[in-house]
């Protein structure tokens, strides 16, 4: 059984720091393309970061320069860390795990954790 888990989320005043975590279980975590997502209140899911098997990155132009996402194998676990952080930046941000072997792609979601930046 797959299991994507965040947490880390939380309220951050603007200008504060926020580092969320995503644990996944039940694939075989190197091999896939990790991502983190979020969706601000009233709009739809959009991409943040992405991490490939073999640590390539991408980034929303919103975040680049303020948000960095890495990953640890051996922990099966990836991390966003949050610098600088705005208040568009909240929403709820949901962890992706995809893999593509032709013809099938896989994707799997946690259930997300909320970030709220607010004075």
């Known amino acids: 059984q797959v299991q994507v888990v965040e947490s880390g989320g939380g309220l951050v005043q603007p200008g504060g720091s926020l580092r969320l975590s995503c644990a996944a279980s039940?694939?075989?975590?190197?091999?896939?393309?990790m991502g983190w997502y979020r969706q601000p209140p009233g709009k739809q899911r959009e991409l943040v970061a992405t991490?490939?098997?073999?640590?390539?990155?991408n980034y929303a132009d919103s975040v680049k320069g303020r948000f960095t996402i890495t990953r640890d194998s051996a922990k099966n676990t990836v991390y966003l860390q949050m610098n600088s952080l705005k208040p568009e930046d909240t929403a709820v941000y949901y962890c992706?795990?995809?893999?593509?072997?032709?013809?099938?792609?896989?994707?799997?979601w946690g259930q997300g954790t909320q970030v709220t930046v607010s004075s």
């Open positions: 992706n795990a995809h893999l593509f072997v032709a013809p099938r792609t896989y994707d799997y």
């Open positions: 039940g694939i075989l975590f190197s091999i896939y393309t």
């Open positions: 991490i490939s098997s073999g640590s390539s990155t």
